[in-house]
């Protein structure tokens, strides 16, 4: 496979999740966990017939660490997002989880022969600045709201943490994925069971975007993702997820869910340009 080829596929992803907000909503009331265990079984039949054509050994020679490590970033990851948009507004939500291609470039810099330079931080404040206009346009908002935004923050740092401690994992195969969606899937289960109540889709839209979700952003998106970091261009990826907030609040507007206004718009811009400064200097550097 070339290097064009597997960033073409990585990016494939970033579309992907640019829907992840969008089918999200469509999918309530089903509740965080019970949601997570559905979407997680879709990705892992999809994971099953990936390996498939490799072969089911290739997953034996890989460490139960990554398997852990890959299960608890998944599973954390999404019951925080699921979570954060069952309390929170829905753009505002999407655009500050979506912090997390600033953060992927900021950690980065943690990593061995990296350093922060200054149009790092300069990228860092302008897409803080880009949230708190989010938090500020609101006004005053009741405890379930914050607690939200908070979860959304949160999950932004989940997964920046799961992509830059997966590039030290360039030698572990894509299939191993599959592994991390069954066992998330099985954590949901048990976690619904003991802490939740059964709340099945609504309507043929309802079960849709379940469907959805488990196909692609919580399904094929995380194998071409793995793809694309692995074997692509990760600089170009790392630019080309910076529009991930962006497609999604346009998404949301087309939909008809959010209504267009200022503040959104600003905000968005304020973090995307934020993140993209981050990455220029990544590049720059490189």
């Not at 600003?266 to 590049?283: F, H």
């Amino acid at each position: 496979m070339t290097r064009t080829k597997a960033t073409t596929i990585g990016f494939t992803a970033v579309l992907m999740w640019s829907l992840l907000a969008l089918f999200t909503i469509g999918s309530a009331p089903v509740p965080p966990f019970q949601l997570n265990a559905m979407c997680f079984a879709i990705g892992g039949l999809i994971g099953l017939a990936w390996t498939a054509r490799a072969g089911f050994g290739v997953l034996r020679a890989v460490s139960w660490k990554v398997y852990a490590f890959g299960t608890l970033g998944l599973f954390g990851y999404h019951f925080l997002y699921f979570t954060a948009f069952r309390l929170a507004p829905t753009a505002e939500t999407g655009l500050i989880a979506y912090l997390w291609p600033l953060f992927i470039v900021l950690l980065s810099g943690l990593l061995p022969g990296e350093r922060l330079t200054g149009q790092h931080v300069l990228g860092a404040v302008v897409a803080f600045a880009g949230a708190a206009v989010i938090v500020l346009a609101r006004g005053g908002e009741d405890e379930g709201s914050a607690l939200g935004l908070g979860l959304a923050f949160l999950c932004a740092l989940t997964w920046a943490g799961y992509s830059v401690v997966s590039r030290g994992l360039g030698a572990v195969p894509t299939e191993s994925v599959t592994v991390f969606c069954l066992a998330t899937a099985g954590l949901s289960v048990v976690a619904h069971l003991a802490l939740e109540e059964t709340v099945w889709p609504t309507g043929v839209l309802g079960w849709g975007a379940v469907l959805a979700l488990g196909v692609g952003p919580v399904g094929a998106a995380f194998f071409t993702w793995d793809i694309g970091m692995k074997r692509g261009d990760i600089q170009l990826l790392g630019v080309a997820s910076y529009a991930a907030p962006l497609l999604s609040t346009l998404a949301l507007v087309a939909a008809g869910i959010t209504a267009p206004s200022y503040a959104i718009g600003i905000a968005a811009v304020l973090i995307a340009g934020g993140a993209a400064l981050a990455a220029r200097a990544s590049a720059k550097k490189a």
